[in-house]
Nanobody, 125 residues
Framework: QLQASGGGLVQAGGSLRLSCTTSGRTFSRNSMGWFRQVQGKEREFVASINWNGANTDYADSVKGRFAISRDNARKSLYLQMNSLKPEDTAAYYC????????????????????WGQGTEVTVSS
């Protein structure tokens, strides 16, 4: 139901835009988020956005560099990643929670029910 794309190999300082398209049920009333995971480590929060895009939250490590957005008409979620660093290298996952009309999007992965497959981002130094 969630399909992430847009990953790739980029040099440090470069940019990538990840997309997450949804199919089947609608998530336009749900908060959505991006998480990332390095093999052998726990999945970590990157960014989240509430159902109408009015509120967002970011991990400290990406604040000022990443921007999350959504287009409910296109059933899509985005993550614009600028000034990429080698430590941003990971598999990136999009997710949606199961609560409707939330004002504050959750930051903990336990609150997210629906997950897409990962898209790999590799930042070379």
């Amino acid at each position: 139901q969630l399909q992430a794309s847009g990953g790739g190999l980029v040099q440090a300082g470069g940019s990538l835009r990840l997309s997450c398209t949804t199919s089947g049920r609608t998530f336009s009333r749900n908060s959505m988020g991006w998480f990332r995971q390095v093999q052998g480590k726990e999945r970590e929060f990157v960014a989240s956005i509430n159902w109408n895009g009015a509120n967002t939250d970011y991990a400290d490590s990406v604040k000022g560099r990443f921007a999350i957005s959504r287009d409910n008409a296109r059933k899509s979620l985005y993550l614009q990643m600028n000034s990429l660093k080698p430590e941003d290298t990971a598999a990136y996952y999009c997710a949606a929670d199961d609560f409707l009309w939330a004002t504050v999007p959750p930051v903990h992965s336990a609150y997210y029910t629906y997950w897409g497959q990962g898209t790999e981002v590799t930042v070379s130094s």
